[in-house]
């Protein structure tokens, strides 16, 4: 399916509305900090959404909107997907896929083994953050006070939650003020 954002589930294709302006900014935001933070400390790989993963759980390929692969598992990428449940995933929810993303996607990562699973409502202005446990399923994890979230995954990587509220977002501000010579 060229050109349409779709994904492979359970043998059918089940496919996924045009994302909106806030669902990009905030996808682009995380992608840069991730990436930045993921090679700045060698600890893998980051893919953005359209590059798919096989959960080995069901006959799935999701396309999260970003993938996390560890270093250790990057042997089971290949071209055009990754060959396993990524280490950490992330969905922005859209108006389309709020039961998607909050509940299938969230039984179907969890059986996965995805070690941890955010989920982001940027029209509720929410954010759900999940850790698997030692049992196998997942823990909500609250911020701290201060609004500050700690990876699991991403050891040493941390998030201001109020910065996905912020508009623009804290990148689009600091590269207004680049002068590129």
């Known amino acids: 399916y060229d050109g349409i954002h779709c994904e492979w589930v359970d043998g059918k294709v089940e496919l996924m509305s045009p994302v909106s302006r806030l669902h990009q900014e905030i996808n682009g935001f995380l992608l840069v900090l991730m990436n930045l933070y993921v090679v700045e400390h060698d600890l893998g790989t980051v893919y953005n959404q359209t590059f798919m993963m096989r959960l080995p759980s069901r006959r799935s390929g999701r396309e999260p909107d970003i993938l996390f692969v560890s270093k250790e598992r990057e042997h089971l990428i290949r071209d055009n997907f990754f060959d396993g449940a990524g280490d950490f995933?992330?969905?922005?929810?859209?108006?389309?896929?709020?039961?998607?993303?909050?509940?299938?996607?969230?039984?179907?990562?969890?059986?996965?083994?995805?070690?941890?699973?955010?989920?982001?409502?940027?029209?509720?202005?929410?954010?759900?953050?999940?850790?698997?446990?030692?049992?196998?399923q997942y823990q909500q994890i609250s911020p701290e006070p201060d609004g500050v979230y700690r990876s699991k995954m991403l050891p040493g990587f941390w998030i201001n939650v109020a910065w996905l509220w912020e508009n623009p977002l804290p990148l689009m501000k600091a590269s207004k003020k680049l002068r590129l010579p």
Do not use: C, H, M
């Open 89 to 136: 995933v992330v969905e922005i929810i859209s108006p389309e896929s709020v039961e998607r993303d909050r509940v299938t996607k969230l039984n179907e990562y969890e059986a996965a083994g995805i070690g941890e699973y955010w989920i982001i409502d940027g029209w509720k202005k929410e954010i759900l953050f999940y850790q698997l446990g030692e049992n196998g």
